[in-house]
């Protein structure tokens, strides 16, 4: 036996029998398993505690910019998104009002075309899974792009828990990780400082059936237990803010406008996002704004403000599977709180608090996964070995939480500002918002989309790069409303333009300031 391998097992005993690690994660999602995966191939020893092995069923997180799919590559966890029936997605299709126009991911130089591998693995809308679809995503027989320059990038959706189950099985054959099903129920400080040394748990004793109290200790604590965190008030000052809730269906076999792209619908309705996940699931994901009168009990709640108020403003290729999946269960459909939670630095010796557990965006523009993939492998680097050996050494990490607290800003504020920006004009609560939805399309259609689409599929790392677009969709707007107004009735075009321009400042520079100072 190898020195390396006796060392390995070592580590693993202690893990098992005295439950020490370097690192100690809680919650095996995607941020945590690609956290505790990233940080044991670096060696480091990990404790990796999920409350519930079993597969998660959620409605969020089924859809993987290409930035993120990039980011997963460099993680060395890219087969995660293979095998899994998964997407190819090749961009957006905008719907505005019945009227659309085709948004495709950019090309990026140096970039490859959104695979880790290099396979398609991914179908056209009721195609067989893996079959070629060279029309659509330029692929023949499930080959990769390698034989065209700089391809466009690609992102990927899928069912969730699938994804999740193949990231979890990735740690639970790694042999520097010990993965426990147990509930993570607070921290365990030092007698004498406030230095946070482990996490007290709940795990199910086998013969008896019960939780019993339980504990794990290491150098560092992550904590990663998602958007409902039970740590998130103890040791973040933010809390988050919630303006609306998704509701999901799933549809089955849909008949989409443009397949192998996702679709955000606009018009009477708040949007609503479609999204293939699977060979013959669709996702359907309808935004009601809180307090909606359109989805009161008066008018029918939430299913009745689908049937009166949604589904008129589908495609009408889309409405047959969207009535079925409403008609299929009688219940409320599932929703999920759309919350916006700006980033806090790390403060506290011994514990980091990361993913949607310190923050999160409308998952509008399904940013949410490529910011915590970004984020690991920023935080990977900051912790490696050769910058930190001893994980231990609590001012040296904090030190290095600060260096990410700034560096993520690049990528996570530009994804951030542009989910809550993006709502706010797409649900246009108030005629000025809607103004500027109009722009926004017209500016779409006026064939202005690389940066656009590159700053929401994670490509883009310049936050000034969205700046400049949000304000040419604003003067765009004001141009296209003081034409409707008639350029000679200047008192009235002077007036409706400073209130475009304060209501389009009121919409990005708060969320901006908060998201990048």
């Known amino acids: 036996m190898s020195t390396?391998?006796?060392?390995?097992?070592?580590?693993?005993?202690?893990?098992?029998?005295?439950?020490?690690?370097d690192v100690v994660v809680v919650g095996a999602g995607v941020f945590g398993c690609a956290a505790a995966y990233a940080l044991a191939q670096q060696g480091r020893s990990v404790l990796l505690l999920e409350r519930w092995m079993k597969q998660p069923d959620r409605i969020v997180g089924e859809l993987l910019q290409p930035g993120g799919v990039e980011a997963l590559r460099k993680l060395g966890l890219g087969h995660c998104i293979e095998g899994i029936?998964?997407?190819?997605?090749?961009?957006?299709d905008v719907i505005y009002f019945g009227d659309q126009v085709v948004i495709p991911y950019p090309k990026i130089q140096g970039l490859m075309g959104g695979f880790a591998n290099g396979t398609a693995n991914g179908t056209a809308n009721g195609e067989a899974n893996g079959q070629a679809n060279g029309q659509t995503n330029g692929h023949a027989n499930g080959t990769a792009h390698s034989k065209e320059k700089d391809p466009r990038p690609q992102g990927?959706?899928?069912?969730?828990?699938?994804?999740?189950?193949?990231l979890r099985e990735t740690c639970l054959a790694h042999p520097n990780i010990t993965v426990v099903e147990t509930e993570a129920v607070s921290t365990v400080k030092g007698e004498h400082t406030s230095e946070i040394l482990g996490v007290e748990t709940r795990t199910v004793d086998p013969a008896t059936g019960q939780k019993v109290p339980d504990y794990f200790f290491g150098q560092l604590t992550i904590v990663a237990d998602g958007y409902a965190s039970i740590f998130r008030k103890k040791y973040i000052d933010r809390t988050p803010i919630v303006r609306s809730k998704f509701y999901a269906?799933?549809?089955?076999?849909?008949?989409?406008?443009?397949?192998?792209?996702?679709?955000?619908?606009?018009?009477?309705?708040?949007?609503?996002?479609?999204?293939q996940i699977g060979t013959h699931e669709t996702r359907a994901l309808i935004d009601v704004p809180l307090e909606c009168p359109a989805a009161s009990t008066a008018a029918g709640g939430v299913r009745g403000y689908i049937t009166n108020v949604v589904i008129?403003?589908?495609?009408?290729?889309?409405?047959?599977?969207?009535?079925?999946a409403l008609e299929r269960d009688n219940k409320i459909p599932r929703s999920m709180p759309n919350s916006w939670l700006p980033p806090s630095k790390q403060s506290h010796a011994g514990l980091l608090v990361l993913g949607d557990a310190m923050n999160m965006r409308h998952p509008l523009t399904g940013g949410g996964m490529t910011v915590a993939l970004n984020d690991v492998v920023i935080l990977s680097s900051l912790l490696a070995p050769s910058q930190i050996p001893n994980l231990g050494d609590s001012a040296a990490v904090l030190r290095a939480m600060d260096t990410f607290h700034w560096q993520r800003k690049s990528l996570t504020s530009i994804i951030n500002v542009?989910?809550?920006?993006?709502?706010?004009?797409?649900?246009a609560a108030d005629p000025n918002l809607a103004k500027l939805q109009r722009g926004c399309f017209a500016y779409f259609r006026k064939g202005i989309t690389d940066d656009p689409m590159g700053l929401m599929g994670g490509l883009i790392h310049r936050p000034f790069v969205l700046a400049y677009h949000f304000f040419a969709v604003?003067?765009?707007?004001?141009?296209?409303?003081?034409?409707?107004?008639?350029?000679?009735?200047?008192?009235?075009?002077?007036w409706n333009s400073i209130s475009l321009l304060w209501t389009a400042c009121v919409v990005f520079l708060p969320v901006m300031y908060k998201e990048v100072f």
């Open 156 to 166: 990927r959706s899928f069912h969730h828990g699938r994804f999740v189950q193949k």
């Open 85 to 92: 029936d998964s997407i190819v997605c090749n961009g957006f």
């Open 4 to 21: 390396h391998t006796a060392t390995q097992q070592a580590r693993a005993e202690r893990r098992s029998t005295y439950h020490e690690a």
């Open 249 to 275: 269906l799933e549809l089955i076999d849909a008949d989409l406008p443009q397949p192998n792209f996702g679709h955000v619908v606009l018009g009477t309705a708040s949007p609503v996002l479609l999204y």
């Open 418 to 427: 542009l989910a809550q920006a993006l709502y706010s004009l797409f649900s």
């Open 474 to 494: 604003a003067f765009l707007a004001i141009w296209i409303d003081a034409k409707a107004t008639g350029l000679w009735n200047i008192p009235v075009v002077l």
């Open 312 to 324: 008129p403003s589908l495609p009408p290729q889309v409405q047959p599977a969207f009535r079925a």
